[in-house]
Every structure is written in structure tokens, then in C-alpha cells.
């Protein structure tokens, strides 16, 4: 039998509202109740806790930080602030909480690799929608490429039509 995971993200930005980022004690419950319901399932589920603060535009790496350290008293198996990437504030979130730390690697202009970020102590890494954003900026350029062209050039770099079959099956 294949083996898999299951899991969720909780996150504690809150888009429809004029208060982008709820309290840390209400975001702290909110993972709490997650935990629960997770501990009560036949199955491994693993809760990760989400501090949107760099993703939402704040900076501020003390709260960040404050908010981890919550959702993992609150019980998140993981705890994760996707768009850090200064490898000195990543290090300040692997020095402060016990919890596995998660990243978001590839944005930014992030250089850092994945020996890079073993080193600083990341135990997770999360590539978001790179690779679909990747494809979709190598399909704009082929199809520019064309119209601007009239040039096929844009396709010669892709993959054999028996091999991408290969990747499904």
C-alpha cells in the first residue's frame, strides 16, 4: 500500500475583513479546536499553523514569531510563516519555537537551497504554485514568441508528449 499524508493548513489571516489578522489568542483557539477534532480522527493529521504576517505585507518578525510560538502551544504539529526568506529571520523562527519549521522556497529572489535550508534547521519546504507559475510563464513566452515571431522556437524546449504520459501513470 502507498503511503500518504494528510493534513491542513490553518491560517490566521482572514481576507474578507477590515481586520486583517484576528487576535492571537482567538487565531491560538481556532488551532486548538482543529487539534482537537485531528486527535479524534483514525488517522495521522497533521495541523499546520500558518503566520500570514510577511505574506499579508507585515513585516514585523516579533509577532511573527509570537504568533508561532501560540499555535504551537495551541498544538500544530507544524508551524509555518510562508514569504520569510532572510535566512537570519528564518534562523530566528528555528531558534524560538520546538515545533518543525515549514518555508515557502522560491520567492522573493531567495537563493537559499535545500542544503541551505536543512543547515538553518527548516524541517519542511513548500514550493506554493512555482512550479504551475513556471510552466505558465514558459507557455506566455513560447505563445509571444509565436504572435510576436511567427516562430515555433518557443516549443523546443519541452517535454516529449510519451514521456509527460509517463508522469501519470
Known amino acids: 500500500m502507498p503511503a500518504f499524508f494528510v493534513g491542513a493548513s490553518i491560517e490566521d489571516a482572514v481576507i474578507s475583513r477590515d481586520d486583517l489578522f484576528p487576535s492571537i489568542e482567538a487565531c491560538a483557539e481556532r488551532i486548538r479546536a482543529a487539534v482537537e477534532v485531528a486527535k479524534a480522527l483514525p488517522f495521522d493529521f497533521t495541523i499546520t499553523a500558518r503566520a500570514d504576517n510577511f505574506f499579508r505585507g507585515n513585516t514585523d518578525l ?3 514569531i509570537a504568533r ?3 499555535y504551537g502551544d495551541a498544538g500544530a504539529d507544524v508551524v509555518y510563516a510562508p514569504a520569510v526568506v532572510k535566512p537570519d529571520a528564518i534562523k530566528a523562527i528555528v531558534g524560538a519555537t520546538k515545533k518543525p519549521v515549514n518555508v515557502l522556497a522560491g520567492i522573493g529572489g531567495n537563493k537559499l537551497t535545500v542544503n541551505d535550508y536543512k543547515e538553518i534547521g527548516v524541517r519542511r519546504i513548500t514550493i506554493g504554485s512555482a512550479l504551475w507559475a513556471v510552466a505558465y510563464q514558459a507557455a506566455k513566452d513560447a505563445a ?3 504572435l510576436n515571431d511567427g516562430s515555433f522556437e518557443g516549443f523546443d524546449n519541452r517535454m516529449a508528449y510519451v514521456d509527460a504520459l509517463k508522469l501519470y501513470s
Open 62 to 64: 516579533d509577532d511573527t
Open 144 to 146: 509571444t514568441t509565436l
Open 68 to 70: 508561532l510560538l501560540a
